[in-house]
Each structure stands twice: as structure tokens, then as C-alpha cells.
């Protein structure tokens, strides 16, 4: 895939490529509430920090829109379920890119109400990633 954000990364806090599943499930506009008739979406997570994410989907959510973003974090080395913890954090689409080649929408959301337990998940996820890339 072509990058879509060539140059310099402005965010505050680094983002670590991922490949999992994580869903999300519209709270806000209404119409994009029908157009996803009010389910929990399955959708794939591209990258994550410690203040957001990004999902692949199918649907083509407007920015603005809010979310309840909902998938489990791992530790290193492990796919057990009991290693995991499960977060759901609400989050606001920032961003939204058709990428051509899947003909699938790349969301840009930026989380919102993140409770301190659910984000010492997401900082420890990152490190582990960021330390194991340099292994």
C-alpha cells in the first residue's frame, strides 16, 4: 500500500503498527447509526497509540462521528485469553481515507473518556511492541 501520510509524524504520542480485530459500533450521527443499522461493526486495527487508533471498514463513516471501539490487547508472546484485557473506549473519527486498493475506508479516531486503567493497558501494549521491535 501507497503511504498515505508521507513526511514528518506530528502526533504527540507514537503510534506501533498492529494487525487485530477490533469492532465499533456507532453512537453518533444517527445516519451513520442506519447505515451500519445499529450493529456492532467487525473491523481491522492498522496502527494505535496512546491516543488513538486506526480501523479498517467497509463502511463509509463521516468524521465527527463517535464510536465505542471495542478489542482485546495481548501481551507479548502470548495469544492466551486470559492474558488479555478487553477495552472499550469511545472515540471520535478525525479522519477518513478511502484506500483504492481494498476499496475498504481508513478511519483516523482519536479516543475520548479513556479511564486510567484502560490507558495503562494501551501504553504498556505499545512499549512491549516498540521494545520487541528492536529485539
Known sequence: ?????PGIDRRRFQ????????SY???D?????????????????MDLSEEGIALSTEY????????????????????NAD???FIQIRGEVRYRVLV????DYRLGIQF?????EDKDAIVRFINERKIASYI
Open 112 to 116: 475520548k473518556y479513556v479511564s486510567n
Open 60 to 79: 463509509k463513516i463521516p468524521t465527527a462521528a463517535i464510536l465505542m471501539i471495542s478489542f482485546p490487547l495481548f501481551s507479548t508472546g502470548t495469544m
Open 29 to 45: 450521527p444517527l445516519e451513520a447509526r442506519a447505515l451500519t443499522l445499529n450493529r456492532e461493526i467487525p473491523s481491522i486495527a
Open 100 to 103: 483504492e486498493e481494498t476499496n
Open 15 to 22: 503510534r506501533v503498527n498492529v494487525k487485530f480485530i477490533a
Open 25 to 27: 459500533k456507532v453512537e
Open 1 to 5: 500500500m501507497k503511504d498515505l501520510y
Open 83 to 85: 492474558d488479555a484485557r
